[in-house]
């Protein structure tokens, strides 16, 4: 079954469990890494946790959730081989999947509700990659930054 890795900070946490949920409900594996109560924390332990599961092969997308999404995409994005988006719309969340072969999808609890993260993780795990034309190209050259970086 494909696994899906799920992380959260202090300002994502009240939303999490809903997600996983929902993810579950879906059909996925749900790998739960953190953070488990809304005690102040720090959101790059966080998706570090979850790049790694997805680096190491034992996930195939993660989810992460902060206050805004942001720290969580700018710290996922540090791990070469992890393309993180931050999306508040399912336009987005779709066509970063698509378009992108983004890997790990990211929102802010203080952005979005429930409902809408939902969406978001409907939009990000029902698409799949393009995997045809410039969209290859281009996926090519991010990896190509990641490797002169
Ligand atoms: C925590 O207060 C907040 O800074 C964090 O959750 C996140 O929004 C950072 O980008």
């Known amino acids: 079954m494909k696994k899906i890795a799920v992380g ?7 939303i999490k469990g809903a997600v996983i949920e929902h993810i ?12 488990y109560s809304e005690e102040s924390c720090h959101y790059p332990i966080y998706a570090e946790a979850v790049c790694e599961k997805i680096l190491d092969g034992e996930c195939e997308r993660g ?13 996922a994005n540090k791990h070469k081989g992890i393309r993180a988006a931050c999306c508040s719309d399912t336009f987005s969340a ?6 992108n072969d983004a890997n790990v999808l990211c929102f802010g609890e203080r952005v979005v509700g429930v409902g809408l993260a939902i969406d978001l993780v409907d939009a990000f795990l029902d698409a799949e990659y393009l995997n045809n034309g410039n969209h290859v190209t281009r996926v090519a050259m991010l990896k190509d930054i990641e490797n002169k970086n």
């Open 24 to 35: 579950k409900g879906k059909g996925y594996d749900v790998v739960d890494v953190g953070t």
């Open 63 to 75: 989810v992460l959730i902060c206050g805004t999404g942001i720290g969580m995409s700018i710290a």
């Open 94 to 99: 779709r066509l970063t999947r698509e378009h």
């Open 8 to 14: 959260c900070d202090h300002a994502g946490f009240a």
